[in-house]
């Protein structure tokens, strides 16, 4: 069975730029979420989406991000327009909606922002 | 707020040595408890959870209630064991948000 899947693995792009990273998550998940790592920091939460609909999303920063997950399958998350404190490893993580709450976690995009 | 103390960022061990991360958790009710480890090159996965209380790889982590403590242990290291740890705590409830620590780089020397 494939695991998450993120797209792309490395993304470097110029401040002011905009950038969509995209998860896959295992078929069948209902849940979807998305951390980021900043440099030196913890891994943290930024949204959940149960199928299509944001279940929470009290962790994303501000509004230069916009996730959306498309039919309850694969989701994008959107910076526009980038800042540099915006660099870092951006995962996303899938479970199921019934049995024990294990996430699953994608490779990571490694966003770079100069 | 909820919040995960990883105190060590780097520790390193001898081959054959027990090892223990430290993992505090400060929750507002009953939390479920997390060790999760990324090994070189490879993603995230989870180690253990405490409501599970298995062991695995050899490593077990005991939560303590009245010290707010979740620390990973295993009694003899392996080379293998060498990774970043990362304690995270969730709802009990499930399907919630993971709240992680910093991690800890453990490095096993041989």
């Known amino acids: 069975e494939a695991g998450v899947t993120q797209f792309p693995s490395h993304s470097v792009i110029e401040k002011g730029q905009t950038v969509t990273l995209r998860c896959d998550p295992i078929?069948?998940?209902?849940?979807l979420y998305w951390y980021r790592r900043v440099m030196g920091k913890e891994i943290k939460f930024l949204l959940h989406?149960?199928?299509?609909?944001?279940?929470?999303e009290s962790g994303m920063p501000n509004n230069r991000f916009l996730a959306e997950r498309t039919g309850g399958t694969y989701s994008t998350l959107k910076v526009q327009p980038a800042e540099l404190e915006d660099s870092g490893v951006y995962f996303c993580a899938s479970s199921p909606s019934s049995g024990y709450n294990e996430q699953f976690f994608g490779p990571g995009t490694r966003l770079t922002v100069l | 707020a909820q919040r995960v103390t990883q105190p060590e960022k780097l520790l390193s061990v001898f081959k054959g040595a027990p090892v223990e991360l430290k993992c505090n958790y400060s929750y507002s009710g009953s939390p479920e408890l997390f060790w999760y480890v990324q090994y070189s090159r490879q993603r995230l996965q989870l180690l253990l959870r405490h409501i599970s209380r298995e062991s695995i790889k050899g490593f077990t982590a005991d939560l303590n209630k009245g010290e707010t403590s979740f620390h990973l242990k295993k009694p003899f290291a392996q080379e293998e064991d060498s990774a970043m740890y990362y304690c995270?705590?969730?709802?009990?409830?499930?399907?919630?948000?993971?709240?992680f620590g910093t991690g800890t780089r453990l490095t096993i020397i041989p």
């Open positions: 078929s069948g998940h209902d849940n």
């Open positions: 989406f149960v199928k299509e609909s944001k279940q929470d």
């Open positions: 995270a705590l969730s709802s009990i409830f499930g399907n919630e948000k993971l709240t």
